[in-house]
């Protein structure tokens, strides 16, 4: 049995893994809100690692289960998350004149967005906790995937979601038979149904007010994988649409971890990609600071990565890879998004924001046209008709006469 245990990112404090929702509790005493991230005996990892088994085994992160929270397998719940594509896409490589810019396409998860590799994680983690019910806060990608999961898992669920969260993703959380509950505040209500009424929160390991250091974990297999998918060779770049930041914190966590492993022996620069219309983690790191400043009335087409702030695990991702926030403008995130399309690949536009920052860095001649660059695109456009309406640009063809059909094919 590899040993597992939570450990308190600024005070290094270690505790036995449990459902521990408000940051460090030797903290909280000394009026220190900070998170507890989970941490594993990393000799006793590397004595017994298979990674032919990471290469072989079917498609769930739970073939990563030394390296994962939960102790008890009978409690694993998956629907085949994770072992996403890494492409390198037509369209993408005319226009960046990049040759090794790839994209790891995480619109193929179960509820199709990259949000699932961190319900599968939490949801079990609730299931081994003996929790009952499950909530969360979302714009709706989130949601509809911590609903898939308790679905999966026989836990009921209930999701705030923010007022512009699509009706698709309201439909889905629903379908999925879980409570969907639309709400200005999101957070609202969070706490008390975590203390009062034993819900337990799949949220991210800031505290907001609650946190859950497990489900995370979840997103650092987007780093193994990577990893293998390119026989063994670390990006130069990683560029990652960022909200909270979880997902960015998270995938770093899991190229650290290769380094202790020595599957690795360098790491990535982290690229925090934002909306200019809400861009909290790139103000923050041009004035750099240490904590994710708040941007008011926040605009953006981006609703998933629309976050008025974050947590400062994501930031801090950025400055120890040596990365940097950055961000691009709505139509430069339209374009990309238009871009990966007509190269076959259909994403929402916040997953489009790292292919347009990497897009924009290429232009600048800032990455040399040999580096190699991932982007990691997190959720697909199927969920979110009206952006995909206003991103498409052709007219439906409606009942044409053999002649107009010619014209419109310009035959
Ligand atoms: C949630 C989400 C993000 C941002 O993830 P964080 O962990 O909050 O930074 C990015 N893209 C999509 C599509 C998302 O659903
Ligand atoms: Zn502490």
Redesign the pocket.
Known sequence: MISKKLVCLTCQKQYDIAPMFEGCPACRERGVVSPLEVTYDYDAVKARLDLSRWISAPRAIWKYEDLLPLSDPAHAVTLGEGDTPLLRVRTLTEASGLENLYVKN?TCNPSW???DR?NAVGVSMARQFGFKRVTTST????GASTAAYAAAAGLSCAVFCHPEAPRVQHDLIRFYGAHSISLKDRRQFLSTLVRDYAYYPCT?LTPMPVASPFG?EG?KTIAYETVMQLNGRVPDRVY???????????IFKGFRELRSLAVVDRLPRMF?CQAEGCNPFVRSFKAGQREVTTVRNPASI?L??R?ET?GDC?LNAIYDSEGAAVDVSDRDITRAAQLLARGGIA??P??A?SVACALKAAKSGEISPRDLVVCVV??AAVKWPEHLDRMVEEPIIHNPNFEELKLALWL
């Not at 714009?139 to 989130?142: A, E, L, S, V, Y």
């Not at 990652?240 to 998270?250: F, L, R």
């Open positions: 995480e967005s990259f949000k961190q714009t709706g990608n989130h991210g995370v997103y990652m649409p960022v909200a909270g930041g979880h997902g960015i914190y998270g925090g981006a998933s990565i976050d974050g994501g994403v929402e916040a997953a924001a997190t959720g």
